[in-house]
């Protein structure tokens, strides 16, 4: 199944004779066998199946398999938030000593994962703007780094990632690139196609799209050769004595060690899965991924060009637009569009775009992007009012900001709506 459009009305699942035709809801944490010797083959991956749900349950494997799929990867997992997503993505190479690449430009909740919580955990992290030269860049990384980590389309500053560019520097360092696909969805950029290693996603935006379940996703491509750095890589290339001394890359290989390693290692010892209740309706929303994007991006297209003429918004964030700083790296890897969100500045300030706000009618205020309904916030006072001055304009965030997420309603209404509510202002 090539096809993107096939991929998500039927990937990952093909019954068999008389099976149901929508994929089954395993609601069971645990599996029975008839033997404890039978048992003993899976704790030591000797073979594959199940056993307790917190490391892996049929229902979530179904739908990792789709998005793997999506995405074009060798192996995928789901996790039970973005956040587990991006931190289990990194911390399965990464321990207390080790150093990351990120981009500056990355979500106020990853930001804060890895700026304080990671830094707690002894990981350092140097942050870089995704506009910055070959020269900064390369001065960015050190003996001890682990990773770099970066967003296709970054949320809510809305930066486009020159992946390519990012991804040979990477290499050139012995690191995997990882990449927060959660904006572009696989349906608008498959990063694996321009060198990146790892890809990860909020399954709770685009992919889920109708608010629904929280919920992320880890995919690998299978691409990137550990052992050739396996001084780097002791947890991927050396025994692993907490599991009855595997050594991953050998067992599993390129195509399966790094995905392997972090269901048997980290979700054992950490337990941040999904259910197969919320990986259900993950699945319900990937059916029709391919249609929304589609719809997401028109609305945002009109929306961003209607805001661009008007007297008064002072400036507008949206890759689609012609005069648009990344407009040539959106055509490059989203040429089909980017995403649904477009961020702005009222005049007027934060009081002006309060206002303006709260005068939308379609659009309702919430801590949510990417939903099938449109939804818009004001980051400098909610999601991002823990960052510093400083941190706020390295993340792209102004106080004067909105982050309007156009949903798949009418395009002539969401227009209206938006120049209704400016004229109360
Ligand atoms: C929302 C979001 C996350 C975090 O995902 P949760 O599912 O809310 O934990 C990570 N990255 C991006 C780009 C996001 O938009």
Known sequence: MANLDTTCVQGGYRPGNGEPRQIPIIQSTTFKYDTGTDMGKLFDLEASGYFYSRLQNPTCDTVAAKICALEGGTAAMLTSSGQAASFFSIFNIAQAGDHVVSSSSIYGGTFNLFNVTMRKMGIEFTFISPDCTDEELEAAFRPNTKAVFGETVANPALTVLDIERFAKAAHAHGCPLIIDNTFATPINCRPFEWGADIVTHSTTKYMDGHGSA???????????????????????CTPD????????????GMEGAYITKATAQLMRDL???????????LNLGLE?????MKQHCKNAQAVAEFLAGHEKISWVKYCGLKGDKDY??????MPNGSCG??????????????????ALTIAAIETHVADARSCCLHPASTTHRQLSDEEL?????????????????????????????????
Do not use: N
């Open 271 to 281: 337990g941040a899965t999904q259910s197969p209740q919320s990986a259900y309706y």
């Open 328 to 333: 040539a790296l959106a055509q490059k890897y």
């Open 214 to 236: 929280v919920g992320g996703c880890i995919v690998d491509s299978g691409k990137f050769d550990w052992t050739k750095y396996a001084d780097k890589f002791p947890g991927l």
């Open 393 to 425: 304009v390295a993340c792209g965030v102004t106080p004067d900001l909105v982050r309007l997420s156009c949903g798949i309603e009418g395009t002539e209404d969401l227009v209206a709506d938006v120049a209704q509510a400016l004229e109360k202002i």
């Open 241 to 252: 004595e907490s599991y009855h001394g595997i050594t991953y890359t050998e067992r599993f």
């Open 288 to 292: 029709s991924l391919h249609l929304r």
């Open 341 to 358: 969100v477009v961020s702005f500045g009222v005049k007027g300030g934060k009081a002006a775009a309060e206002k303006f706000m709260e």
